[in-house]
């Protein structure tokens, strides 16, 4: 069995800054509560809590003492209200997300309706839901969910983990409805390069185990991409691998969504030579 790495795989920037602040809260005042999961990946959220710094539902849950914005970032009032009632706030928004909520609220103050091409309901869409606030018209994952009628003026960013494909559809369907656009291509790098590596991969593999949550989107994103090619089988951890999922010589790929960190790639890799 050979088993390679895709180039470009495993935890982002904004992903370890958003772990590097959270452990960083030893001395911050305690508890330490990130508000929702810091990352989707179960396995680093029960080792971060095993390092006190724990998951709260809300403000409410947190009680007192520091929360933790997590990397997919939130709305402006929530942070505001954390502050009045007293909690320190640690913000682990990722800076590209930020760009992406500071784009919504200008296009909004500049009198554009936004369109965000994204996951309705995804924490970070909702999250630069809440920043462009009334000017938000609507949240579309492909043109045809657009509204019938639309305004003159629309502005447009995107969700940072969707497809270049999908936002050109949805920009394309806007320009020819539209008097006026104006868009901001907010896709982040890392995330492309991670499918464009995983594909180069499976298409030159037997067989591709991509590792990472099942709650994390751009890890399911992988998967498909790889599915594309060869059997795909996603993993959370190296105690799932099974034996029988490898031929003596295949060519076995390995990649990781932008929440894995680089210890269960490295784990993972170690169990399959392991079964070489
Ligand atoms: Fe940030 Fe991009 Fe990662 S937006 S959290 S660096 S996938």
Known sequence: MIVTVAEKAGACYGVNRALELALGCQDAPQPVHTLGPLIHNPLVVASLAEQG??????LDEAGSGTVVIRSHGTGPQLIEEAERRGFNVIDATCPF????????AELGRQGYAVVIVGEA????????RAWGGSAVLAVVEEPEELPAALPPKVGVVVQTTQSEERYQRVLAALEQRCEEVRAFKTICSATQMRQRAAAELAAASDVMVVIGGRNSGNTRRLVEVCQASCPTYHVESAAELQPEWFAPHSRVGVTAGASTPQAHIDAVTSALEALA
């Open 121 to 128: 309901g995804h924490a970070e869409v909702e999250g630069i």
């Open 53 to 58: 710094v724990f998951e709260a539902a809300n």
């Open 97 to 104: 997300v930020s760009k992406v909520q500071q784009h919504a």
